[in-house]
């Protein structure tokens, strides 16, 4: 079946530091891919989405490419700040499907100031 | 524009005990989900709502689990009797669900933190 793989945490970094939190995907057909955050004590909020092959997402200085050819969609982010702690998770829905959403693991990142 | 409510955040009971989880979603939307996250987990579906009708419950576990959206708006999960391993966040989500095979933007709630003793 259709599965997520994310890199596992925690991951910690000094502020202004380069981040990059790799995603994985197995899927037949066409997934879209999404970015989900979770903050601490708030719910899931999307971060950011791609719908097909090559398209980049991007919010907040967040950006993922959706690589069909390496099945990624990896995270980024040039200059993280302490606001950025949280716990990121890297989602998809199969394609084709106005459905449900399969989740990775979840990588929890704290930014040290 | 308020968002996905639920309730209640926190609850503790005892293994055996019923409990009921309430959700309200964004005013509009038409799909209503309902997750379950184990800790240090990504969330997990348990069923899915278009407008009343259930189109997904195949991973809900139907002998102890029950759900609701009688109206098409407000839905309720409920497990009876509980079990120690239920203890878990319950989420619930909604999304516009106009657009059949388009990619809904799904919005979610807090979620009810369960402990079960």
């Known amino acids: 079946g259709d599965s997520v793989t994310q890199m596992e945490g925690p991951v910690t970094l000094s502020e202004e530091a380069f981040l990059t939190i790799n995603c994985t995907y197995t899927a037949t057909g066409y997934p879209s891919l999404f970015w989900y955050v979770q903050y601490p004590g708030e719910g899931l909020q999307l971060l950011l989405k791609?719908?097909?092959?090559?398209d980049k997402g991007s919010n907040k200085g967040f950006e993922a490419t959706y690589r069909k050819e390496t099945t990624s969609f990896h995270l980024e982010k040039g200059s993280v700040q302490v606001s950025d702690s949280a716990v990121y998770f890297c989602a998809l829905t199969p394609g084709g499907s106005q459905g449900n959403l399969i989740f990775g693991k979840g990588t929890k990142l704290s930014v040290k100031p | 524009e308020a968002g996905v409510v639920q309730s209640p955040r926190y609850k503790i009971i005892e293994k055996k005990q019923p409990v009921a989880f309430w959700c309200n979603p964004i005013?509009?939307?038409?799909?209503l989900y309902w997750y379950l996250q184990n800790l240090g987990q990504g969330p997990e579906l348990l069923i899915r709502?278009?407008?009343?009708?259930?189109?997904?419950d195949s991973q809900l576990p139907k002998d102890r689990f029950s759900a609701e959206r009688l109206k098409g708006v407000d839905s309720t999960l409920k497990i009876q009797p509980a079990e120690l391993g239920d203890s878990a966040v319950y989420l619930c989500a909604s999304s516009l669900g106009k657009s059949p095979g388009s990619t809904d933007t799904q919005y979610f709630g807090p979620g009810t933190r369960l402990t079960v003793l």
């Open positions: 005013s509009g939307h038409n799909t």
């Open positions: 791609a719908t097909k092959a090559d």
């Open positions: 709502y278009e407008n009343e009708e259930a189109v997904d």
